[in-house]
């Protein structure tokens, strides 16, 4: 337990404090934490700090979970169900997966962040979305009540579901259980996957986590050296006539289609298109390697990434008319 004035960990190297901060490393010590009035208004509940932009110190408690375990709880010769702890570390947990002959979640290889906010998040990378792995993730919110959410009630959709709700603040997830598959399959479709595969002689568990980390290194910057929260913005969803508008305009627009009605479009292609890659503006800039991504050159405060932030939407709108909008959370 550490309960006094902390400096705030964020992806985006950013100098900040809250008034408190409280870990926990289970859920008797949180709900102990609870029951004695401990947490005091406004608290907020944070992952490693990967999708946040803290704009000032934040005057209040931050929450974080140390709950680290992992335990199967059902296994049978073609899947198997294991239960891990908001606090393990996405990437760890990946690749205890992976070592262990579990199918599903390679392709999410690398993501920054943790357990708990990958089920918050619904993360997604290179056509696998985590939320079709879960199948339940466990709360306790500020009142000491405990919920277990069946994944059918997180209203996961595109980086959506229930836990983003404001509401939903009050409510922390603590374990999030998933369902991997023992028997092989891959998810191989997306962008240069099956190309970068060649340069292997077999397709197995290691070999697709090592080609998606190869890819993810060749275009995203690394946190420790270049402060970031991987994609900035969501790509915008578009219906199906707007999109045919915007194609005649713009022939080589790439999109993915979403469903009959809805189109996807990348808003990095779009920024690029803007010719904001590699551009700063001041301390901050838009990535040299993929323009859906800000970067903090050094020094940059929460206010400098917002400014970059509100001028790259502004060139997008006066180009495309398409609003996009930040995938980070601003604090
Ligand atoms: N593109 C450009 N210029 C750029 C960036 C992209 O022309 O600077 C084009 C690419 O050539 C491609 C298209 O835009 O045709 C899409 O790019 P990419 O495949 O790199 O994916 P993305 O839409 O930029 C999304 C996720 C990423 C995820 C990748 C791979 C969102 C907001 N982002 O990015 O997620 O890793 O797909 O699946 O959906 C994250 O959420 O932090 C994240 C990194």
Excluded at 108 to 125: D, K, M, R, T, Y
Excluded at 165 to 171: A, F, G, I, L, T
Excluded at 180 to 192: P, R, V
Excluded at 215 to 234: C, H, Q, T, V, Y
Aim: charge should be negative; glycine fraction near 8%; include cysteine.
């Amino acid at each position: 337990m550490n309960d006094e004035i902390k400096k705030i960990p964020n992806t985006f190297g950013i100098d900040v404090s809250a008034s408190s901060f409280f870990e926990y490393h289970s859920e008797d010590e949180l709900q102990k934490k609870i029951e004695t009035g401990g947490i005091s208004m406004p608290y907020l509940h944070i992952g490693s700090g990967s999708n946040l932009l803290f704009i000032k110190d934040y005057e209040g408690t931050v929450l974080h979970s140390r709950i680290t375990e992992i335990e199967v709880i059902a296994e049978n010769e073609n899947q198997v169900s294991v239960r891990v702890g908001a606090g393990m570390i996405w990437d760890d947990f990946v690749a205890y997966c992976v070592g262990k002959g579990w199918y599903g979640l390679e392709n999410l290889s690398l993501i920054p962040g943790e357990v708990g906010a990958s089920a918050v998040q619904n993360i997604g990378a290179y056509g696998v979305e985590v939320k079709d792995f879960i199948t339940s993730v466990d709360t306790i919110s500020i009142f000491g009540k405990k919920r277990v959410f069946q994944t059918r009630e997180c209203e996961y959709a595109y980086r959506k579901s229930i836990f983003k709700r404001p509401e939903m603040k009050s409510v922390f997830v603590t374990y999030v259980t998933f369902c991997l598959s023992k028997k092989e399959s891959y998810t191989l479709d997306y962008g240069t996957i099956r190309q970068e595969l060649t340069k292997y002689s077999i397709v197995d568990l290691e070999t697709l986590r090592r080609v998606i980390i190869e890819i993810r290194e060749s275009k995203l910057p690394d946190p420790k050296i270049l402060g970031n929260a991987g994609s900035f913005f969501m790509n915008p969803i578009v219906s199906r006539v707007r999109f045919e508008e915007l194609q005649r305009q713009f022939p080589s627009m790439p999109h993915y289609d979403i469903d009959e009605e809805r189109v996807k479009i990348p808003a990095g292609w779009m920024i690029d298109q803007c010719g904001w890659k590699g551009k700063a503006l001041g301390p901050a800039a838009v990535h040299d390697k993929q323009a859906l991504v800000l970067v903090n050159l050094g020094g940059a405060t929460g206010s400098d990434i917002v400014a970059l932030s509100d001028a790259v939407r502004a060139s997008v709108y006066e180009k495309f008319r398409i609003e996009i909008f930040p995938e980070v959370n601003f604090i």
